[in-house]
């Protein structure tokens, strides 16, 4: 210990030694040779570093970034040890030349480590080649991606038109059936007839529904929307469904975003009426609409005090055709949370629930203050359908 304090505290010293210009038989040439040789070693050094610093604060996100600090710290030690090396033939500080290679030992023994343990990531980094092969993959799924939504919108205007066109045809035929007939047949007659027509029409109401879901996010037009004023508009259609149950609807300060009126109003539109059909018998609805700030995003939640939803099904709700009970009781076509979730993955945010069975529940979902102009949605397909 006592000679690393001694050796420490005389670290400058040069009075041991000879500057090297006195250590054996010099030539002009040779010496300077020497020192200039050292010297543009030197600056090559100190350029890498700073190169390498520059290309570090360009590349935003760049692999393996301690690797890189090592190495520079490396060749900057490196080039500091021939800069000193040059300087001894005037200032033989031999100490101050040890610490240096002593550091630059350290370091570089440092950065060896750093490459065998972080080899197979490197490997693993994807070169331009491979990132140009897979952007052609992409490619070439979102084309295959975007002809199939061709074809669904086809199908979908054939639905619209052919399907509903028989429907229409037999509700009316037995509409005419029961007016004009309906005399003459008994109670059995005329309840296969009301059966029919009520499938007919949860036919027609289901076509809508599909249509409706496949239509969410085809062609999305942002404007200004005022959600304060879309619920209100919401709830003023839904008057006659509250007026049924007796609802109480609160609703807090809602903020005003650039996205799709449409979608949003598809979203609210689907959360306060689900509110208002699963209520618990004999107790009036209460519902709250809110919303709060986020960093970067908006959190809604749309609460009411119903039957509540069983924690293990709350993936399945968002699901296309899931329903948790029988029409005879809760009308619909499980397709409502399904087109809820449609339009928050396009926008870029998540939706869950929070419930209590026989309490109620809470549904949140985020929305972005900014919402990017893309098709969040065909990506995520097109990287599902890649994988």
Same mark, same amino acid.
């Given at each position: ?7 420490? !505290? ?26 200039? !040789? ?89 070169? !331009? ?88 996010? !085809? ?169």
């Amino acid at each position: 210990m006592q000679e690393l304090i001694d050796f420490l !505290s005389r670290l400058t010293d040069t009075r041991d030694w000879p500057p090297r210009w006195l250590c054996g038989h010099w030539t002009d040439f040779h010496g300077w040779l020497y020192i200039g !040789s050292d010297l543009t070693i030197w600056l090559a050094y100190m350029g890498i570093p700073l190169i390498l610093l520059r290309f570090i604060f360009i590349k935003k996100g760049i692999p393996l970034p301690g690797v890189f600090a090592l190495f520079g710290a490396f060749i900057l030690l490196c080039g500091t040890s021939h800069l000193v090396d040059a300087t001894m033939f005037w200032w033989p500080a031999y100490r101050f030349n040890a610490l240096v290679r002593f550091l630059t030992a350290i370091v570089s023994v440092a950065t060896v480590f750093a490459l065998i343990r972080y080899f197979n990531e490197a490997v693993g980094l994807r070169t !331009s080649s491979e990132y140009e092969r897979e952007l052609a993959i992409r490619q070439q799924i979102l084309q295959e991606l975007s002809r199939s939504n061709q074809e669904l919108e086809q199908f979908a205007y054939v639905a619209s038109h052919d399907l509903q066109s028989p429907l229409r045809t037999i509700s009316s035929y037995l509409t005419l059936l029961e007016t004009n007939y309906g005399g003459h047949l008994d109670d059995q007659g005329r309840h296969l007839i009301q059966t029919s027509t009520a499938a007919a029409s949860r036919m027609r109401v289901l076509i809508n529904d599909l249509l409706t879901f496949s239509h969410v996010g !085809s062609a999305l037009e942002f404007t200004e929307v005022n959600l304060q004023d879309l619920v209100a508009e919401i709830l003023e259609e839904q008057q006659h469904e509250m007026n049924a149950v007796q609802a109480t609807i609160e609703v807090g300060p809602l903020p005003t975003l650039q996205a799709g009126r449409t979608e949003l109003k598809q979203l609210f539109q689907n959360l306060i009426t689900n509110g208002l059909k699963y209520h618990r018998a004999g107790v009036p609805v209460q519902l709250q609409v809110q919303a709060k700030e986020l960093g970067n995003s908006y959190q809604f939640s749309v609460t009411d005090n119903g039957i509540g939803i069983d924690p293990k099904h709350y993936q399945r709700v968002f699901q296309l055709f899931q329903r948790l009970h029988g029409r005879a009781r809760y009308p619909g076509t499980g397709i409502g949370l399904a087109t809820c979730k449609k339009i928050i993955d396009i926008y870029g945010g998540k939706i869950w629930i929070d419930s209590v069975p026989g309490n109620g529940s809470t549904f949140y979902f985020t929305i972005p203050k900014h919402i990017q102009a893309i098709r969040q949605y065909t990506e995520l397909t097109s990287l599902q359908a890649s994988n």
